[in-house]
């Protein structure tokens, strides 16, 4: 496989998909859940990296999946049931094993009001052991379709604290990774993170729909019947807060940074 930055040629992998709010997926005032509105991003993901050649599909097929580590996203408001949307994508690019990913959303009337930027790995189907592009001589050329991040600086990383420097506090919500939480990568969906989050975030008495900015990193996976604690704490900086998701054992799961209008 040749690893190279193509640009120009490829700009016909650019992808948008087109989507409509389903009552089923809103809330308090038909707003649209912000789990959904990443699940719509994944979507729009697959549709692109599709184009580009490394669908989901033809990754499966050779033992491969994709994983997401991080996210930064920030919405200007939320979709109400009915609303219609576009999601437009591209790969932005690539780093020894890191493929970022860029999101805008349109409403209909073609003003953006989100964007979020992304980064992922390409893993063992098996063991979700990181996969090394350039040792898979079967994959594609990878395409860099527009170097442009819609936030410059890219993800972030979070601190996450120690679970035993949280002292005697106690988790805002217990999780666990039932049936329905899991995906098709046999752990639990990177959306349900987010639905958590928003869960625990409401449990502290905060309007999950004031957020505006989220940063999301997904430490570790969380595996069928496994536990998560979540703890809620005020962030650095005014209306903002962290979630961090705790095994029983101890180990930091994910990480989310919600800043609040």
């Known amino acids: 496989m040749t690893l190279s930055w193509s640009m120009g040629e490829n700009m016909d992998c650019y992808s948008t998909s087109e989507f409509t709010v389903k009552c089923t997926e809103c809330g308090l005032d038909n707003k649209m859940f912000l789990n959904v509105i990443m699940g719509d991003m994944q979507e729009a993901a697959e549709k692109g990296s599709a184009g580009c050649g490394f669908g989901t599909r033809f990754l499966a097929e050779n033992g491969i999946c994709w994983i997401i580590l991080r996210v930064k996203a920030h919405f200007d408001y939320y979709p109400v049931w009915g609303d219609k949307f576009s999601v437009k994508t591209w790969g932005s690019g690539f780093r020894k094993i890191v493929f970022s990913r860029e999101f805008e959303y349109f409403d209909s009337e073609g003003k953006r009001f989100g964007y979020i930027t992304t980064d992922w790995i390409l893993a063992d189907w098996n063991s979700h052991k990181p996969v090394i592009p350039s040792k898979k001589d079967f994959l594609p050329e990878i395409k860099i379709q527009d170097d442009r991040r819609v936030f410059p600086d890219g993800t972030i990383k979070i601190e ?13 919500i217990c999780k666990y990774a039932d049936f329905s939480e899991l995906d098709r990568n046999r752990h639990v969906n990177n959306t349900r993170y987010v639905s958590w989050a928003c869960d625990a975030l409401h449990k502290s008495g905060l309007d999950v729909f004031a957020i505006r900015d989220l ?42 940074i919600a800043s609040l209008k």
């Open 160 to 172: 996450v604290p120690d679970l035993q420097t949280l002292g005697s506090s106690e988790p805002v």
């Open 215 to 256: 940063d999301i990193n997904y430490i570790n996976e969380v595996k069928e019947g496994e536990k998560v604690s979540i703890f809620v704490q005020e962030g650095s900086l005014p209306q903002t807060y962290l979630v961090a998701g705790y095994r029983e054992d101890g180990k930091a799961l994910f990480s989310v």
